[in-house]
């Protein structure tokens, strides 16, 4: 195996991590405000993305193409990742009666794993010449 892929897979969960738990400080420090949970959730999630996407080009992805191709497929793949969430959690929560906190576990592992693909192959692929 390549020795670049083990310091790529680290590089994307220490930044997905960070990007997670800025997500969550985010919401927190809204509701604590008084904003509804929905909002806060959703104004956490995309200052995690904002900060992932850098996170994960200096982490991850060091040899990505320019940020005018890899931004516009970041941002596409961020809208799909959020529908699978929603997929996966309506499923394990409403079809399969899975409880919510063990549905979120789930829907997100199965998200990160799905982005770390997208990521890879399509978002920060290095550009050829």
């Known amino acids: 195996m390549n020795t670049v892929f083990p310091r790529q897979l680290q590089g994307f969960v220490a930044a997905g991590g960070l990007a997670t738990l800025f997500h969550w400080l985010v919401m ?16 956490g999630s995309v200052s995690g993305a904002v900060l ?12 990505a193409g320019p940020h005018i191709i890899t931004l516009w497929r970041y941002i596409g793949s961020c809208m799909v990742a959020w529908l699978c969430n929603l997929f996966f ?13 063990l549905s ?16 890879q192959r399509l978002v920060f692929h290095e550009q050829t010449r």
């Open 89 to 101: 959690f309506f499923l394990f929560n409403n079809v399969l009666a899975l409880p919510v906190s």
């Open 52 to 63: 992932n996407y850098g996170l994960q080009r200096r982490l991850a992805f060091r040899n």
């Open 28 to 43: 927190a420090a809204l509701v604590s405000a008084g904003l509804e949970p929905t909002l806060a959730t959703a104004s």
């Open 104 to 119: 979120q576990i789930v829907a997100t592992g199965l998200v990160a794993a799905l982005n770390y693909i997208v990521y």
